[in-house]
């Protein structure tokens, strides 16, 4: 198996239970997973007066590079496929781990659009407002704090951008991922499965997690080769403080209520409660 984990000390594995994204639902105990609802967010502004034709470009916390990629097209009116293939020329200034892959350094924020945008322009500033948020203190002494290196400390942060379902629970969530690093556990995201396969769903099948990628959490040991998506300052200070525990499972049973155990037996039993919260609300949906 590949590894890419952090040189942190290795203990007993334990008896794992998948952990979907947001670590709601555990694949082997229903053999299905619930899809996640999609929210709305703004892409661009327009100015005061209302006038036609945008004058800046939000990108939301959690965007993968590709959505990026399709906001800044649709932003300069530009054909689709633009700004990927304008990285080459970019001269973005990304860390030597990242290989010209700016995935992760794509800083979720307002950008002003300016005179003449242009990809690079809106890329490079992405770019500078990521390595602004995490080169200096405190992200760089947290990430050694925790014995990483700045990009993979992001690679946690977005790995917890994508599996928490709160501001709250992102934490916690990355303690999730460092004990199982240090236990020597896979991780077992499905957010990285979604990744791998250019979706974001919780519909993923076993089937799912045999795919053959570097990505795929469930049979790769360590952190994924690069981050899955772009993380904001919550998910980032999480990352370099998570919160103390022994957690090892987390599943969402409803809304503001993730429930964080190390302990496989009552994981099941959480995990039982959510389906049976997901089969009511299904009975209601049919029921109206």
Known sequence: MQ???PPRSARGTRRTIRLTRR???ALIVTGAVVAGTAVAVPLLTTDDEGEPGPTSLVIPEGWRATQVYAAVDKALALPAGTTRKSLAKADLKLPNDAEGNPEGYLFPATYPLGEAPTPEKLLAAMVDKANEKFTGAP??????????NVYQAVTIASIVQAEAAGQRDMAKAARVVFNRLERGMPLQMDSTIN?????STLNTTAKDTRIDSPYNSYQRM???????????D???RAAINPTPGDWLYFVTVKPGDTRFTADYAEHQRNVAEFNRVRQDA???DLAT
């Open 3 to 5: 590894t890419n984990i």
């Open 23 to 25: 670590g709601r639902i």
């Open 139 to 148: 992200v760089a002494a947290g990430a050694q704090r925790n014995a990483l």
């Open 195 to 199: 990744y791998a396969l250019g979706r």
């Open 222 to 232: 360590g952190l994924p080769p690069t981050p899955i998506a772009n993380p904001g």
């Open 234 to 236: 919550e998910a980032m």
């Open 282 to 284: 299904a009975k209601e």
